[in-house]
């Protein structure tokens, strides 16, 4: 185990960990529940920049945040990962 991990790492290892578990769930013929099919098609979408970032490297911000709207897209859920950072970057209410 690694001694020394940074934040990105451990939420690109997770991000990659989910792609490796739902890899059987992307396809469009697919029959299983569209929330898991979502997930599968979000972590395929980008898991070649958790490998980036595992590897040391890192990647362009706008071209993953793309790549997981197309992922969205092809599930049917057009929008929905730009809805959901919007909601993330509202302020918490107290």
């Known amino acids: 185990m ?3 991990v940074t934040q990105a790492e451990v939420l690109a290892l997770a991000l990659y960990e ?3 578990l739902l890899a059987s769930e992307v396809g469009a ?5 569209a929330h898991i099919r979502h997930a599968a098609h979000l972590a395929y979408a980008i898991h070649n920049e958790a490998l980036s970032v595992l590897a040391g490297g890192g990647f ?3 071209d993953a ?3 997981l709207g197309n992922a969205d897209k092809l599930v049917g859920a057009d929008g929905f ?3 959901l950072l919007n909601e993330c970057r509202r302020p918490a209410e107290t």
């Open 2 to 4: 690694a001694s020394v």
């Open 18 to 20: 989910i792609r490796r």
């Open 29 to 33: 013929s697919i029959e299983v529940p």
């Open 60 to 62: 362009d911000a706008l």
């Open 65 to 67: 945040l793309a790549r």
């Open 81 to 83: 990962t730009l809805a």
